[in-house]
Nanobody, 124 residues
């Protein structure tokens, strides 16, 4: 059974940094496409960052490019999202998601496994 569990959310000051973690189990971590998504109230999930199997390729949404970094530690089955220069526009519920196979879409629907989410709030 595939399980994903996010942690690391909380309140961060605008301009500050925060690192989210996602521990996965029940699948081969380094053979899955992994992603971070976020959801604003009343909106659909949007892709923030995607990392291909084995970590050789990444995708970032334009809104976070140059500020956020996605990475993974295969030995720990853990996915990370380092968030830098956080702004109020980054406040949202953040989810990690997994998809088997080598194809990594940049939208939420094809991702079959999801964590429960971790909330990020930004204070000015």
């Amino acid at each position: 059974q595939v399980q994903l569990a996010e942690s690391g959310g909380g309140s961060v000051q605008a301009g500050g940094s925060l690192t989210l973690s996602c521990v996965g189990s029940g699948y081969r971590f380094n053979s899955a496409c992994m992603g971070w998504f976020r959801q604003f109230p009343g909106k659909e999930h949007e892709a923030v960052a995607i990392i291909y199997p084995s970590g050789g390729r990444t995708y970032y949404a334009d809104s976070v490019k140059g500020r956020f970094i996605i990475s993974q530690d295969n030995a720990k089955n853990t996915l990370y999202l380092q968030m830098n220069s956080v702004s109020s526009e980054d406040a949202a519920m953040y989810y990690c998601a997994a998809r088997g196979g080598g194809y990594c879409p940049t939208h939420a629907t094809p991702f079959g496994y999801w964590g429960q989410g971790t909330l990020v709030s930004v204070s000015s």
